[in-house]
């Protein structure tokens, strides 16, 4: 127990030098929104792929790789395709825009009310997110911390987030993501690695398939093709990219790396089931593997890295967060200071830990039931990049139709009825058809 509290606040330590050394020359709001547009190669990929790379995400692979076994393997794949989708259709044409935020674009393209829409809209999904991402780091440092209530812990952990970004923004959210994506890469094949080497009781057979149908799983990677495109977090870090192919093949490595990561962990917790471990519940899986298998001070440090993947993947958001609501509603005033938005970025963080300890109770569905607002949206972004005819009118209507399909796929079919294969099978075609339609029926001069 010295040892892993030893390595944790070594691990700790290394984050917060990071992040707040050189955060004091950070003056501008480009500085603190977009780090100056002068990201890496390297920088990029390994801040795109800790973004990516969260507790959320990461406890609920886990706990399928706990409760499914391999098949949960799929999953990783999901996020691979997905993201290799959005380097090839999208990250060289936001570097093209070089927006302060995604959904300025649809203000320049189609109109200020299609862009405040579009901004309302991704706020209310990362609001979820942001909550969901605060739930999930609790879930991991439970252990750790039994005997602290929920809202005590939480407020710990949010409060260590922001000492550690809040002063410099994206410019230390990235260098802070440098720091644990080496030690990450040196983890997560460790972890694995005890896992499959630790007996732990009778070995027992993991291979439940119907707890992810294929269904499902076909579902989830349409869902995500067409919800990356528009994720504010990641078009924020291609802002910063410093020039258009730096932004397509940080992406690339980003989705193989991204893979490879969640796979060791659904390894991890699969191996410790087979290998005789049990957990108290499925989301409490990666810790107690963790707990289980690894050596003095390695747990310790694994829990380090595991905060700073949530860590930087909240302050992202954050960031993303301030960046949508100053471009998009206060665009002007104060815009060559950062403080107005160190003053915003403290706000979403204060919201998302109240809604964490009163919304949010499973992780995984409300990640999922917060893309239905950012679905709707993939029309008139892609037809917004590649089809010059598209129409405010197709826009409105693919928006509108993309909203009625997700929300009454979830009230009518529910999380028990799979509602996002019925959302993917039909609401995502709905949305394009309406939308080109549309444009074609109700052509708008200006764009035509």
Request: proline content about 4%; aromatic content about 18%.
């Amino acid at each position: 127990m010295v040892f892993d509290l030893l390595f944790f606040l070594l691990f700790l330590l290394g984050l917060f030098y990071f992040g707040i050394s050189k955060s004091r020359k950070v003056h501008s709001e480009s500085s603190y929104l977009i780090a100056d547009r002068s990201s890496s190669l390297f920088a990029l990929t390994a801040t795109l792929v800790m973004t990516e790379f969260n507790t959320a995400t990461l406890i609920s692979f886990a706990s399928l790789g706990y409760l499914a076994g391999k098949r949960a393997l799929w999953l990783p794949g999901v996020f691979l395709i997905g993201l290799l989708f959005y380097a090839v259709s999208v990250a060289k044409k936001w570097k093209g825009f070089n927006g302060i935020s995604v959904a300025s674009y649809f203000s320049k393209r189609y109109g200020t009310d299609v862009g405040i829409l579009a901004s309302g809209a991704l706020l209310v999904a990362m609001t979820g997110f942001s909550a969901a991402y605060v739930k999930s780091l609790y879930l991991l440092f439970t252990p750790f911390f039994p005997q602290l209530n929920p809202w005590i812990l939480s407020g710990l952990l949010v409060s260590c987030v922001l000492l550690m970004t809040l002063r410099g923004g994206l410019f230390s959210i990235i260098r802070t993501d440098i720091f644990s994506f080496v030690v990450a890469c040196i983890f997560f094949p460790l972890m694995a690695y005890f896992a499959y080497r630790t007996p732990l009781g009778d070995s027992i057979s993991v291979e439940l398939c119907e707890i992810l149908p294929g269904s499902f799983i076909l579902s989830l990677g349409v869902l995500t093709m067409f919800t990356y495109i528009l994720a504010p977090w990641y078009g924020q870090k291609i802002f910063s990219a410093r020039c258009p192919k730096t932004a397509y093949w940080s992406v690339v490595f980003a989705a193989l790396l991204v893979f490879i990561f969640y796979s060791l962990a659904v390894l991890t917790t699969w191996f410790f089931r087979k290998n005789g471990g049990e957990a108290p519940t499925a989301e409490l899986a990666l810790p107690f593997a963790m707990a289980h298998v690894l050596p003095s001070g390695c747990k310790g440090l694994g829990y380090g890295i595991l905060f700073a993947a949530s860590a930087t993947t909240l302050s992202g958001v954050w960031s993303a967060m301030s960046s949508l609501l100053i471009g998009d509603f206060f665009p002007k005033g104060g815009a060559g200071n950062y403080k107005r938005s160190m003053v915003v970025t403290l706000g979403f963080a204060v919201l998302s830990f109240l809604f964490a300890n009163v919304l949010v109770d499973r992780v995984f569905q409300k990640l999922v039931l917060a893309n239905i607002p950012i679905a709707a949206l993939s029309f008139a972004l892609l037809a917004g990049f590649y089809w010059k005819n598209t129409s405010r009118f197709g826009v409105y209507a693919s928006m509108i139709v993309g909203w009625a399909c997700g929300i009454f796929s979830y009230v009518y079919f529910g999380e028990e009825g799979r509602y996002t294969w019925y959302w993917a099978l039909w609401g995502i075609p709905l949305t394009f058809i309406s939308g080109i339609f549309g444009s074609l029926l109700f052509p708008n001069k200006k764009f035509s």
